[in-house]
């Protein structure tokens, strides 16, 4: 079985941190491949970036499919392109935001998401609704760091999340701590320890699922539905270009 993590952005800094990850909780039958974009920016934290990586990240996504992979993962919590990937593939495609937030209403009442700048705030609010759980947020919690900081000030940034997710869970009613952004994962199970409450790598917890869902797409076909929202584009009105 073959299952691909797209890291969304120009740069392969943060293929090997992905890879480590990503390792450290895979099934050993599993394939995994870590890609990035050819250009663009380093970081999604604008609409606008977004947009720009969009065209070669659902060639990668179909090229995949193509390639005989099982499952993709869209590495942003902001699941940029999630409704536009399913409408051109079969096989099951995954965006840590909606899976995260789905999982953590199984493990308890409220969660709160721990996200890196109150910029980021808005499109994860509007997802969060969009996926039906509004009613399920405790809080959203701002640590103040930009992606790129991210990268290059794990120390820092582990200290500021325990802080906000310890607030969260004391202060905001949270049951369950949800690290909002995928470069906020590789420690999760440090924080569990520490907080002696479920937290969820993003990162872990979407590859875990992909590893089911591909599971059920090979075994019995199972995928997202193709009956109206996720419906692909006719092939011959000539836009599905390669």
Known sequence: MKIVFINPVGTGEADKHMYRVINAVKRPDVEAKVIHMSQGPVHLEYHYYAHLIMDEMLRAIRKAEKDGYDAAIIGCFNDPGLREARELVTMPVLGPGETCMHVAATLGHKFSIIIGRRKDLPIMEDNLHSYGLGEKLASFRTVNFTVPQMTTEQERLHEA??????KALEEDGAEVI????TMESGFSKELMQKL???VLDAVVITWKYAEMLADLYRGIGLSHSKTFDYESP???EGWLKE
């Open 196 to 198: 002696k409450a479920p």
């Open 178 to 181: 949800i690290l909002g952004c």
């Open 234 to 236: 006719p092939k011959e």
């Open 161 to 166: 999340i325990e802080k906000e997710a310890r």
